[in-house]
């Protein structure tokens, strides 16, 4: 019989390097890591595996951990049948896609923390995702669920294996899905027609798409942009924008004092969240913002830009440079503490003139709104209204505001904080080194552009050897090779940061990895992309990466990349498997595009011909070209100078080749589909040209 770990005992995963199975490390319960290790017991015991994927901020992974994992009993039944298996999935998207595919093929919504029951051979026969210690919500007791699939290997082996060969052909069909309609050319109209079928599904109350739950949906309130820009006639999608954005902007699924954004809210209207923060969340956000202010200049979006930079410095940055991935939404033991308020709270912090515009201000009332009567902060009372109620003007309540969120914020940073996972994943940190260059482009901020260089010398230091990318970095050593989602996200976020400083080793850092990503997980066959390396040996069906989900599949990202380097290089074959992928994906752009977001904003430059605009002269000379780029809404285009004088490097030789100043005027070169119109001298010409989109392109 198995034995279960004396109490206090640690088991094997307190040597792990992830937070998340460290979280577990003091469970009675005999966990192994994803690996040979615990493969190998499994057949040698002849002992199916007891799966179970989840993260550090996953609020029902601490609940169930709790409920189960910590009950020595429970525990006990789980060692005794059960080779028993933890995986976090942010190391191991791949493991977790391929698995979260049972529980959709069982008619389940899947998530975390996921529970799936395998063979030896790593096979699936059962799974589901939280399950309670004893019957409720609907849902087994976890021990009854353990009996029931011990006894059935034990008495149905050949009924249980059946199963199980069903299921990876369920998987393997899932695995490949939407990549069986023949390819066909993208257009432009299309584009269109997503951000018309995605504008149908917006609240046009709350903004967002759909109830509750209700996620922000960055890359897909983006699409809405680009339609609007192909078709400025439809000031719906523009309005639906706005609205969304100001909503969120306003609502509890902002942090009011700290800034950045909580992973969902509970309702339509924004105003609880799930409170964990995630940095790919904040990634995009900080970048549809920045959009947001070129479309339309509200100091509102400024707002919120700034404060979630700052949130990332200050709570997300590690002192070598890289990102963290994630906050947990529990302090305390307790989902929400450390960001909820009651009124008293309030007053014990401010003096009563500040409280009362606070409590106002933010809604802190008596009954609350979140549980036992606390409040999720929203600002939703305009400032306007304050003063009127307030008899102040309006000037001295934003005074008293200012420094009420200030003494608000300097309180709660005495509380117990969230826990916070502090690996650094390569393709997270890619998408925040883009958020922040775009960011620290358009608002002239040098230290936000510092922020995403520093990131990005780290990864290019510490997880790349030129050659091979490693996912994550720990405690000094990096680890896991790279899944496409790295590769493609780390080379757009350097394509991003050129854009912002320039500087061509970004430009070539990306150009290295889109040949490696092309190298490693294009299947040519398929005309599409793994999710994980060719040479992957612990998966049970290749897994491709085509869905975009909370954040972009590497696939998206990687054609970004692509498409932005053609741009910048002017090397066109940067497109060939661009135009190969999106034409293999046009049918489901289309018909679902709510789950192909970022692949049409990637899909919407190839489709104008990846425009580009190369400035050339001193940087004096073209300083009021380039802060049109900053002022004007043109997300499709790659921008690209040099200092006169400066090596030319190989790869940009044809962009820059012939491309001189206007006597001793800077000029742009506008181009689409790598061809050029004459340059361009004066700031208002390129303002126009930019934000037009000539027809058919």
């Known amino acids: 019989m198995a034995q279960t770990p004396p109490s206090g005992a640690r088991n094997r995963l307190a040597r792990e390097p992830s937070p998340y199975l460290r979280q577990h490390a003091s469970n009675p319960v005999d966990w192994y890591a994803w690996g040979d290790e615990a493969f190998a017991r499994a057949r040698a015991e002849n002992k199916p595996i007891l799966l179970s994927v989840g993260y550090s901020a996953c609020h029902w992974c601490h609940v169930m951990a709790h409920e189960s994992f910590e009950d020595p009993t429970i525990a006990q039944l789980m060692n005794e049948w059960f080779i028993n298996v933890k995986v976090d999935r942010e190391e191991r998207p791949d493991v977790d896609q391929i698995y979260q595919g049972v529980v959709q093929l069982m008619g389940q919504g899947g998530g975390w923390p996921l529970t799936v029951f395998l063979t030896p051979e790593l096979l699936p026969f059962y799974g589901g995702t939280y399950f309670p210690p004893r019957d409720k919500y609907g849902r087994p007791g976890f021990p009854k669920v353990l009996e029931a699939l011990h006894n059935a290997w034990e008495t149905k082996r050949d009924d249980v294996r059946r199963q199980s060969e069903e299921f990876r052909e369920g998987l393997g ?228 505001l200012s420094e009420a969120r200030r003494q608000l914020f300097e309180a709660r940073e005495q509380r117990v904080k969230p826990g916070r996972d502090d690996k650094i994943l390569a393709g997270w940190n890619g998408l925040m080194i883009r958020g922040l260059a775009f960011a620290g482009h358009v608002f002239e901020r040098a230290d936000w552009v510092a922020l995403a260089r520093r990131s990005a010398d780290f990864l290019l230091a510490e997880l790349w050897d030129g050659q091979h990318l490693r996912r994550s970095y720990q405690e000094g050593q990096a680890r896991i090779p790279g899944f496409l989602e790295d590769y493609g996200d780390l080379a757009a976020g350097l394509t991003a940061l050129y854009q912002a400083t320039f500087e061509p080793k970004y430009l070539e850092a990306a150009e290295a990895l889109v040949k490696a990503a092309e190298a490693r997980f294009w299947d040519a066959e398929k005309r599409a992309y793994l999710t994980a390396p060719k040479a992957q040996q612990d998966l049970v069906v290749a897994t491709y990466a085509t869905f975009d989900n909370a954040f972009p599949s590497g696939a998206s990202t990687l054609t970004e990349a692509q498409v932005a380097l053609a741009a910048l290089t002017g090397n066109k074959t940067y497109l060939e498997l661009p135009e190969r992928y999106v034409s293999r994906m046009r049918d489901q752009l289309r018909q679902n595009p709510m789950g192909y977001g970022h692949l049409g904003l990637a899909a919407d430059a190839l489709v104008e011909g990846a425009p580009s605009v190369t400035f050339t002269g001193t940087r004096e000379a073209v300083a009021s070209l380039l802060a049109v780029t900053r002022a004007t809404y043109a997300p499709t285009f790659g921008f690209a100078w040099k200092e006169p004088g400066a090596p030319v490097p190989p790869s940009m030789r044809e962009n820059f080749e012939g491309r001189e100043p206007v006597g001793d005027r800077g000029a742009a070169w506008l181009c689409r589909h790598f061809a050029c119109e004459p340059p361009i001298t004066e700031a208002g010409d390129l303002a126009r040209k930019l934000a037009l989109v000539p027809a058919g392109t």
């Open 173 to 400: 069909e899932l695995a490949s899905y939407g990549l069986e309609a023949a390819p066909s050319a993208l257009k432009a109209e299309d584009i269109v027609a997503m951000g018309e079928s995605m504008l149908r599904r917006v609240d046009g109350v709350n903004g967002g798409f759909g109830g509750a739950p209700k996620f922000p949906n960055p890359m897909n309130v983006a699409i809405l942009l680009r339609a609007w820009r192909r078709d400025s006639g439809n000031e719906a999608l523009k309005k639906a924008v706005l609205l969304t954005l100001e909503r969120m902007a306003r609502g509890g699924v902002y942090d009011q004092l700290g800034g950045g954004f909580h992973r969902y809210s509970v309702d339509e209207r924004w105003t609880v969240p799930h409170f964990e923060k995630m940095l790919y969340d904040n990634a995009q956000l900080l970048h549809l913002y920045t959009e947001a202010y070129q479309v339309e200049p509200r100091p509102l979006w400024r707002k919120v830009v700034g404060e979630t930079a700052e949130y990332v410095r200050r709570e997300m940055t590690d002192a070598r440079g890289g990102f963290y991935a994630t906050q947990d939404a529990d302090s305390e033991g307790e989902e929400g503490k450390f960001f909820v308020w009651k009124p008293e709270q309030v007053r014990e912090v401010l003096p009563s003139e500040l409280a009362e515009v606070a409590l106002r201000h933010f809604r802190i009332t008596p009954g609350g709104n979140f549980e036992h009567g606390a409040t999720v902060l929203e600002a939703v009372v305009p400032v306007e209204q304050l003063a009127g109620d307030l008899r102040l003007p309006v000037g001295e309540v934003e005074r008293r």
